[in-house]
């Protein structure tokens, strides 16, 4: 009898696969890296024969570190970065290297249509509930038209990075909700929209874009090639499965109306679960469709443990290749008082600015209020309070989230920088028990599709486990009130100045 799940979270540098057992246990894991390309300005692609070996790497890899054989896998589900474009031949070969979200390509041609048409972003945001970025599909297909229309016509499908993965394994063409939501789409009705692809003048190649389905239904089942590629068994059964951050909030036990929840990795998103679609703040922010029938409104702030990597390569370049520097790090910056003596750290550390608190592709990262006074310590603290401040500033957008909040991604594995996080907002921080919550939701995707569970929000909240939780320490309010007040001011200023 089959006694696990294998869930796949190819994000746009790493790829990685994990095991997991009935209760969503996570078995193994096993990480592989995929190398970004960015051969123009603005642009950043993926070689796809590259995308599938790390997939399949990674499969073969966990499968060993498990010690578990094929038969044991009862089912598969994929997740991955979100849209951007994979153009496709018929029988799932690539035409051209991936595109990433991060890509720009766009961006000129979308600034020229918005002076063409002042509503013109406004538009997409009452349909999809997201503030336009340049890597989403349509955009991006739009500028291939132009600028590749050979390959556009060539083109069997036009996929997104998890369903160019799909077809190497089962060799059929599909999309989920959760991708044509945000291509743009229609975040109402889950699913794409004529009026976007209208907007973005394809609709009439609209038949390139595969059927949309559930999250949850099953795709087909692993084929022989993809078989001997991977250590799978031949016909075991593959879900759908769903974009990065609606895997996400469903493998962190999320997927729960009211339940708030934040991702401090890379990117930093902070959102919370409704059982209907949030378009409130206007023209800010993301609206995710999230499997179950249900949706994440989220605020991003692009950079999140960038900001800290960056930091420490930068401020304390000789302790970066040391092992012990985080414990270093925590006792540095527990040594600097809340406020970092005066030091405020933006963090707006992307080439893409931001889309919240505003929307400004300009912002840049910057330390603000240094004296000779102040050293790499004030530095650092002012780095780790200017992520946490950040979120605070970013939940002021979103609906009330009460007295908890879900913390997940790199950044939840620091004790330091979660307390911080549950004394800056006030509210109790739940880790939830695991690592690679993007799989587990793929995984539990798959469990749903072949009724191991009752509903894909039976899967995640019935599997909830929380490893710690650390609560906000009353004593700490008004030296973090404080904080925040110099963050705005610094924050304003740096927005007014633009």
């Given at each position: 009898?089959?006694?696990f799940?294998?869930?796949i979270?190819?994000?746009s ?7 997991f057992?009935?209760?969503g ?6 990480t ?6 960015r ?22 890899g966990?499968?060993d570190?498990?010690?578990?054989g094929s ?16 153009l496709?031949d ?8 991936g595109?990433?979200?991060?890509d720009?390509?766009?961006q000129e041609?979308?600034?020229r249509r ?8 406004h ?16 955009p ?6 132009r600028?590749?229309p ?11 990075y998890?369903d ?12 989920d909700?959760?991708e ?14 004529d ?8 609709a ?11 999250s949850?239904?099953l ?6 090639e ?22 996400t909030v ?12 934040a ?16 378009f409130t ?7 995710f ?16 443990t ?6 420490i ?31 405020v ?10 889309i ?8 840049r990262?910057?330390f ?12 650092m603290?002012?780095?780790?309070e ?6 605070r ?14 913390l ?12 911080m996080?549950?004394?800056a ?20 995707l ?11 929000r ?12 650390q ?16 963050y ?7 927005i007014?100045?633009?």
């Amino acid at each position: 009898m089959s006694r696990f799940l294998l869930g796949i979270d190819a994000g746009s540098s790493m790829t990685k696969a994990a095991v997991f057992d009935r209760d969503g246990a996570e078995i193994a894991s096993s990480t592989h890296r995929v190398v970004l390309h960015r051969p123009r300005p603005g642009w950043c692609e993926t070689d796809p024969v590259a995308a599938w070996e790390a997939a399949r790497a990674a499969i073969k890899g966990t499968l060993d570190k498990a010690g578990i054989g094929s038969d044991d896998i009862a089912a598969v589900g994929i997740s991955a970065a979100m849209v951007g474009a994979w153009l496709v031949d018929a029988s799932g070969e690539a035409l051209r290297p991936g595109i990433i979200w991060e890509d720009s390509r766009a961006q000129e041609m979308l600034d020229r249509r918005a002076a063409e048409d002042p509503d013109f972003y406004h538009r997409i945001f009452q349909e999809d509930g997201c503030v336009m970025q340049q890597g989403c599909t349509l955009p991006l297909v739009a500028w291939l038209r132009r600028h590749e229309p050979e390959i556009v016509d060539r083109a069997a499908h036009i996929f997104s990075y998890k369903d160019f993965l799909r077809m190497k394994l089962t060799g059929q063409a599909a999309a989920d909700r959760t991708e044509a939501a945000v291509a743009p789409g229609d975040a109402r009705r889950s699913g794409r929209s004529d009026a976007m692809l209208d907007l973005f003048g394809l609709a009439d190649i609209a038949h390139k874009l595969p059927p949309v389905r559930d999250s949850e239904s099953l795709a087909g089942t692993v084929t022989a090639e993809a078989a001997a590629a991977t250590g799978l068994k031949e016909g075991t059964p593959v879900a759908i499965g769903a974009g990065d951050v609606p895997s996400t909030v469903t493998g962190a036990s999320a997927l729960e109306d009211g339940m708030a929840l934040a991702v401090l990795g890379t990117t930093c998103i902070v959102g919370v679960v409704s059982d209907t679609p949030v378009f409130t703040p206007p023209d800010l922010g993301l609206l995710f469709t999230l499997p179950g029938e249900a949706w994440f409104r989220a605020m991003v702030n692009v950079a999140g443990t960038l900001n800290l990597d960056w930091a420490i390569e930068t401020i304390m370049a000789e302790a970066a290749r040391d092992p012990g520097v985080f414990a270093k790090l925590d006792a540095m910056v527990s040594a600097v008082p809340v406020g970092s003596d005066g030091v405020v750290f933006l963090p707006y550390l992307s080439d893409s600015g931001i889309i919240a608190p505003i929307v400004d592709a300009q912002a840049r990262a910057g330390f603000h209020g240094l004296t000779p006074r102040h050293g790499r310590a004030h530095m650092m603290r002012a780095v780790y309070e200017g992520v946490v401040l950040a979120i605070r500033d970013l939940l002021a957008d979103l609906p009330d989230i009460g007295d908890t909040l879900l913390l997940t991604g790199g950044g939840a594995k620091s004790h330091m920088w979660t307390q911080m996080i549950a004394d800056a907002l006030g509210k109790t921080v739940h880790v939830p028990a695991g690592t690679e919550f993007g799989a587990r939701g793929a995984a539990l995707l798959a469990g749903t599709a072949i009724g191991w569970f009752p509903s894909i929000r039976e899967a995640s909240i019935s599997t909830r486990r929380i490893e710690r939780s650390q609560n906000p320490a009353p004593s700490a309010k008004p030296a973090w009130d404080a904080a925040f007040a110099n963050y705005r001011k610094y924050r304003d200023k740096a927005i007014a100045a633009r």
